[in-house]
């Protein structure tokens, strides 16, 4: 019986662990994915799992000696290009990362502009 249980023990850990898989690409994968987007050699200045966006990665790279941010998903299969907005306050998330990095960054508008009807 106590082998039943260590066995089980064993076996439950190794799939729940297997199951949840790295929580961000590897620096190799995300270059790949970059590679077949853009004809470059990226220069990885960091790679972060974000706590406000689950599932989210900010990638940071230089291109030119500038920062630029992108995201991805866990798996690097995915890139997202533009800037996350926390909607409650107009926080303009990567411009904060940006401002971080030392790079230059647009300004937001406080609110979007209105459209008219020409007639």
């Excluded at 898989?21 to 004809?39: A, H, L, R, W």
């Excluded at 998903?73 to 904060?96: M, P, R």
Aim: glycine share 6%; proline share 8%.
């Amino acid at each position: 019986m106590k082998k039943i249980v260590i066995l089980w023990l064993v076996l439950t850990s190794s799939f729940a662990l297997s199951a949840c898989g790295p929580s961000k690409p590897s620096e190799e994968k995300i270059k790949t994915s970059i590679k077949k987007i853009m004809p470059i050699e990226p220069q990885i200045i960091s790679v972060k799992t974000l706590d406000y966006f689950p599932g989210l990665v900010e990638v940071v790279i230089k291109i030119d000696g500038k920062p630029v941010i992108f995201y991805t998903d866990k798996t690097g299969d995915y890139i997202v290009s533009g800037s996350i907005l926390k909607a409650e306050n107009k926080q303009n998330l990567t411009q904060e990362a940006m401002k971080a990095q030392g790079g230059e960054t647009a300004p937001t508008p406080a609110k979007a502009p209105e459209t008219q009807d020409k007639k």
